[in-house]
């Protein structure tokens, strides 16, 4: 049976006033900033979206991005302990005041990667879990092609490198998809561990985990030359928004500019959600030749629409055969539910049987006989 398209979980469709784009209708005080949803190509909003820019300390991002993926995948656990070379323990800016030669175990490192980009961590996660820099400087450009932000690294902790800010909402959005990025991003206040019970209290910079609602992280980074840049994440009615903010003037004016982005977003967007995974669509459908009637369609997947809060209503209909015709697999699509606005078909939603429908027509039945007869030897 051919295979029905289906729909990849959330599809965004976004229907905005004419000259909604070019008229900033939020007021971000920044050079440059974007909004992003996740799963979706173009921004929401931006401006100066796609200038590289001199980002401070978000310069380590992919490199903490790296690592995250490389405890969620095991390749490094938590309880691992790891050697502090001379190189990790002279890395200026913010620190975990961690000592060459010292052991500790990787979950402590990854707490200070995370909540304060302590470079000091993130070299020596890099060092022991891949081996060298040089060799963690490779898997970090392997994370950017993959993501398709291009931009050349000197080293792990992207010393030098710029980013727009449209780059830095794609790394954010693989951030906040990170379950071990979430875990400490949107924690406050922290501390760690060393041998000897020696303990370094952590303080996360990011003040919108604790006064914007939904906010659960990702990262922020100042210098006195490039401003007061940051990466956010907020989630709201199980809709995920991402926004970055480069080189406001103050660290006030930074979180002042990501709220008004995501006040944007949530004032002027709605979920609407189609179907659930297990969910019936269409009950009863009649199915013929069957050993029943009729049988449930059911989508296998959650799906929902982003629209504009002045968008119409979302019509559906059925591109199912009427009736079907047995025998029919829970396990392979029969049609699917297409869904439109204003006319328009925006997505489809694979439809399957919820059990399989076993064939009484008569040929059928003339076969199982003669397969019968033939396997008791004629």
Sequence with gaps: MRRFVSLVLTVFVLLLPVGTWGEE???????????MLPGREEPLLDKKGTEPMAVAGLRKLPAVLTLCRAFDSGLIQESTGMQVSPRAASIPGPTAFLESGE???AGELLKAAVMI???????????????????????IMVTLKELGVDRPLSDC????????????????AAAAKSEHFCR???????????????????????????????????MTG????????????????????????VGAKSSE?????????????FATFQPVRL??????????????????????????????????????KVDRRMDVPDPLTAPLSAAEPVGSAVFSLGGEEVCSVALYPAADVISHSLLDLLRRIGADYLRLGG
């Design 157 to 172: 902790l992207g010393t030098g490198t710029t980013f727009s800010a449209q780059d830095l909402c794609v790394l954010g």
């Design 222 to 245: 100042s210098q006195k030359e490039e401003g007061y840049s940051g990466v956010f994440a907020v989630k709201r009615q199980d809709v995920v928004y991402v926004a970055a903010v």
């Design 103 to 105: 052991r500790i175990e």
């Design 25 to 35: 209708p939020v007021s971000a005080d920044a050079p440059a900033w974007c909004l």
């Design 253 to 265: 004016a930074r979180f002042a500019a990501a709220g008004s982005l995501f006040d944007y977003a």
């Design 184 to 218: 400490w991003s949107g924690q406050y206040r922290e501390h760690i561990i060393h041998a000897g019970a020696r303990e370094t209290e952590l303080v996360n910079a990011n003040r919108m985990i604790r006064s914007y609602s939904g906010c659960f992280g990702l």
């Design 117 to 139: 980009s302590a470079g000091d961590a993130i070299v020596t996660l890099g060092e022991n879990a891949f081996g060298s820099e040089s060799v963690f400087l490779n898997n």
């Design 275 to 312: 179907t659930g995974a297990g969910e019936v669509v269409a009950p009863d459908w009649p199915v013929l030749y069957g050993d029943v009637p009729a049988v449930d369609l059911v989508a296998h997947e959650d799906a929902s629409l982003l629209l504009s809060k002045q968008a119409g």
